[in-house]
């Protein structure tokens, strides 16, 4: 059966990093294995104006879609790609990477993970769960936001 999701009203879980203050955004699983998709993972995020990601590396393939802001996406090669509205990206596994806000207005973006349980390893620990490695809720013993 198919799932509709309205991800304007879903709840954002806030993270940032332990180490560093410009570590910051919001987001929210959409979709993942056991809650509307088999294959796949969707989260929307958040990242305010002067906020980052943080480096990490996924367990997963991941193609982006920025929906509104602008920023620069980091690549572990050293490269930086500017994104803005209508950006659409693919990070292959194990492509360490980073996104930062550079712009005025808060940047929101679609990240679909070809995988319905992955997770995501961080450089420096995340609050609030107090850990470098996050997952979707449906992966038994990671932590889910």
Known sequence: MSKVIDSNNLPRTKVWGESDAAVRWQGAFALCGGNGSTASSTIVYEIEPGGR??????????????ISGTGLLYLEDGTTHPVAPGSVFVLPTP????????????LRAVAFFAAAMFTQTFDQVMLPPKTHVLGTPNREGQVAY
């Open 53 to 66: 990601l943080g480096w990490h590396t996924d367990a997963t393939e991941e193609t982006q879609y920025i």
């Open 95 to 106: 492509l360490r990477h980073d996104l930062e806000n550079t712009g005025n207005e808060t």
